[in-house]
């Protein structure tokens, strides 16, 4: 790990790209992201590591971070984990999106029965994103109470960053199975698999090759924190050159921005890969954000 945030600039202008779209930010309702830095605090014996959040700092100062950074257009991604807690999430995304104009309206849902309800009305009032975690929510995909949800999302063609893969820590309803199950039935639905799908890489790789509008976002892949790289042919990353996806999980990581740029870079899948998924894919989904 070399690289610290102040190198981005000369990077991106050595790129050609106006800055960074980033798929993957967390901006949170202030009680539930002090449960998050809680969790990570304390998971250092579950994840086998101390993982100290790099970025603890209020709402605006990591706002000012992003754009120093370069990030032009960014998520406010929040998730669901358990019926009756979306709404009051949902709620407080809206008013962040009104604050912040360069992030993506964000929302997220839960499989209960009051979502075929609140999921079309969010999208109806301009939600551009929304964010599901299989992990931490303990549901499978292809749970049946999500069936219009997902009917609503597949037919508005707002992405969902997806966390399916089983890692950090496998949940009972992780990998690909059930993503493919929902797939199989809605194949036009766009989701954005978060990590890679890491550590089941290659079965989302497939499932990206079969669905048109199936992505894959880079966060926390490739890293200096993790000891082992991810299951991930670099050669089949660059042959899904326009289905990858920058993505950060910031402000919840445990090194500088830059590390997950440097460690995309170090791939050496050339300039013309790390300029669309830092940029042109990005802006391709969300939108290009402030000039």
């Known amino acids: 790990m070399t690289w610290q945030d102040a190198d981005l600039a000369a990077y991106l202008e050595r790129l050609g790209v106006p800055g960074i779209v980033d798929v993957h930010v967390h901006f949170m309702a202030p009680p539930v992201l002090a449960k998050v830095w809680a969790y990570f605090d304390a998971a250092g014996p579950k994840l086998g590591r101390p993982w100290p959040i790099h970025y603890r700092t209020s709402d605006e100062e990591r706002v000012e971070t992003l754009r120093t950074l370069g990030v032009k257009r960014f ?9 009756g807690v979306a709404g009051f999430m949902n709620d407080w995304l809206a008013g962040f999106a009104e604050r912040v104009p360069d992030s993506v309206r964000s929302a997220t849902f839960y499989p209960e029965p ?20 299989l992990q931490v929510g303990e549901f499978a ?8 949800v997902w009917a609503a ?3 508005a063609q707002v992405p969902v960053v997806l966390h399916a893969g089983s890692g950090p820590m496998p949940g009972p309803h992780t990998g690909p199975r059930g993503v493919a199950a929902v797939l199989e039935r809605f194949p036009r639905l766009p989701l954005v698999i978060a990590h890679l799908g890491m550590p089941e890489v290659e079965a989302f790789c497939d499932l990206a090759e079969r669905f048109e509008n199936v992505r894959l976002d880079t966060t926390m892949t490739f890293v200096d924190f993790f000891p082992d790289p991810p299951p991930a042919d ?9 289905k990858i996806v920058f993505g950060s999980d910031f402000p919840n990581i445990p090194y500088p921005y830059a590390h997950q740029v440097e460690a995309l870079d170090r791939l050496g899948l050339g300039d013309d890969w790390m300029r669309a998924v830092l940029w042109h894919n990005g802006a391709d989904l969300l939108g290009p954000g402030a000039s």
Do not use: C, M, N, W
């Open 75 to 83: 998520t406010a991604l929040s998730y669901a984990h358990k019926p």
């Open 114 to 133: 009051e979502a075929a309800e609140y999921v079309p009305a969010v999208i109806a009032d301009g939600v551009g994103v929304f964010k599901a975690h």
């Open 141 to 148: 995909a292809d749970d049946p109470l999500l069936d219009p």
């Open 153 to 155: 999302i597949e037919q």
């Open 234 to 242: 670099p050669q089949r990353l660059l042959a899904l050159q326009d």
